[in-house]
């Protein structure tokens, strides 16, 4: 085994990681390279990787394909502003996207992050009633557990209980909160779907558009629900004349099994976020997909124009590397794909349902769920699965996989394996504190 780098300690002194405190002693890994569904830590050892560094590498590390579009557009240009010039890994890209995004949208804004998608999505449904001559409806209607990111618009309609809604109050926007949908595998009296009416009809002259994650609820609980749901939600929307806006951003590029999970309900967003895995993970870049009828009242607003405009839109890199991304995608049988790592996490997690401290293990595409009993995971758990080889990072009371696509069979064993084993063992011992997502 080699040193810890040098470098790890400034590290731990200066530089903040995701959710964490300063001068922390909990346990950081050091990177220092990867490889297909394998991450390399500086002491040499290889951790099969179930994270895809939160969802978005799909095509695994270090893609030939991937890595040459990506030097083929910095041999061009790197970055360029968006302002008043275009050029065509943008325009290749949002072809793309309008080519394969459920339903009939016609328009695509290129942002920085899925938070800022989210953003962006919230603006358009505003400004789209003030186009219509409704600017009062500014307030959104989702379901509890969810998560839309962590600027303040988005952080306003996640979950109000395990987003950060009491930090924040005073300063958060009050959004509208229905009880989140039964579990697929619990039974559904239609109470959620009920609730969720009431409010719609309760405020629907505030409300400019309902959000909601399909099918897959990611961070606010890993929470797999029915695709009638959806349905319903939308009929809904319709009905009452509220926009529909679906944030695929940890769900699009066949996460779930379809390339987008609302295709699950045959349902059709008027607003698409998309993120993540829309660059294979190599690259920050995010989009918010828009219909020509929303878009044109945006434009009616008293604005004129949708409000929004960062430095770095549209980057050439993100943009070239994510048409690359799309079209490997789409030339591979990958739903096959996803569809056999669903079987073998259904297999390779079911041990894990016979742990009594284990309140329920799902599954749907490349997702795998295990949720705990309480709010606690065993102490050391992360050490303890880096330990046994696999990088996964479970939070408040859930070990999750979502793995890169292009997993083996035999590295997918090893993640099942090594969960199963730390958890088995490690569920006798004392709680720990929340670790942080
Ligand atoms: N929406 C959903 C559904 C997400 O899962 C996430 C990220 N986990 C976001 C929005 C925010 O994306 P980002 O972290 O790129 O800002």
């Known amino acids: 085994m080699q040193q810890q780098p040098d470098w790890l300690r400034y590290d731990r002194d200066h530089v903040w990681h995701p959710y964490a405190t300063v001068h922390s002693d909990t346990p950081i890994w050091p990177i220092v390279e990867a490889r297909g569904a394998e991450i390399r830590l500086a002491d040499g050892r290889w951790l099969v990787d179930g994270m895809a560094s939160w969802w ?16 083929a557009q910095i041999d061009r240009f790197s970055h360029v502003m968006f302002g008043g010039l275009t050029h065509e890994p943008a325009v290749e890209l ?95 009296d239609g109470s959620a779907l009920e609730a969720f009416e009431t409010l719609l009809k309760q405020h629907r002259n505030e409300i400019a558009a309902v959000i909601l994650e399909p099918i897959v609820q990611g961070a606010g609980g890993m929470r797999i629900y029915r695709p009638d749901y959806l349905k319903s939600v939308a009929a809904l ?14 769900t699009g590029f066949g996460r779930t099994g379809t390339l987008f999970a609302c295709e699950q309900a045959g349902v059709e967003p008027d607003i698409l976020c998309l993120g993540k895995a829309l660059t294979g993970g190599y690259m920050t870049l995010a989009a918010t ?90 102490p050391g758990i992360q050490e303890t699965l880096v330990g046994a080889g696999v990088w996964v990072r479970p939070f408040r009371n859930l070990v999750y996989v979502m793995p890169p696509y292009v997993i083996e069979d035999a590295q997918l064993a090893t993640l099942t394996e ?20």
């Not at 978005?56 to 030097?71: F, M, Q, T």
């Not at 459920?102 to 186009?131: R, T």
């Not at 004349?241 to 940890?250: G, T």
């Open 237 to 250: 929307c319709r009905q009452h004349d509220v926009l529909l806006i679906l944030d695929e951003i940890a």
């Open 418 to 437: 090594a969960i199963c084993e730390v958890l088995s063992t490690r569920l006798q011992m004392q709680p720990s504190p929340n670790p942080p997502l």
């Open 289 to 378: 997909l828009v219909s020509d009828e929303v878009a044109r009242d945006i434009c009616r607003s008293e604005a004129g124009a949708l409000m929004h405009g960062p430095t770095f839109m549209a980057n050439p890199l993100a943009c070239a590397v994510a048409g690359a991304s799309i079209d490997l995608l789409l030339s591979r049988p990958w739903r096959d794909r996803v569809i056999a790592i669903e079987r073998q996490l259904e297999q390779g997690l079911a041990p894990c349902r016979d742990l009594h401290t284990i309140t329920d293990v799902r599954t749907i595409g490349a997702i795998g769920v295990i949720e705990l009993k309480g709010n606690h995971l065993p």
């Open 56 to 71: 978005s590498v799909i095509h695994g590390y270090r893609h030939p394909v991937l890595d040459a579009a990506l030097k």
């Open 94 to 188: 949002a072809r793309r996207l309008l080519t394969i995004a459920p339903g009939s949208l016609d328009h695509v804004f290129f942002a920085d992050s899925g938070s800022v998608a989210v953003e962006v999505a919230l603006k358009m449904a505003i400004q789209c009633w003030d186009g219509r001559g409704q600017p009062q409806r500014k307030r959104f209607l989702t379901i509890q557990s969810g998560y839309h990111g962590d600027t303040f618009g988005a952080m306003s309609v996640c979950d109000p209980e395990n987003g950060m809604h009491r930090l924040f109050s005073g300063f958060l926007p009050e959004q509208l909160f229905a009880p989140a949908p039964p579990l697929a595998s619990e039974a559904d």
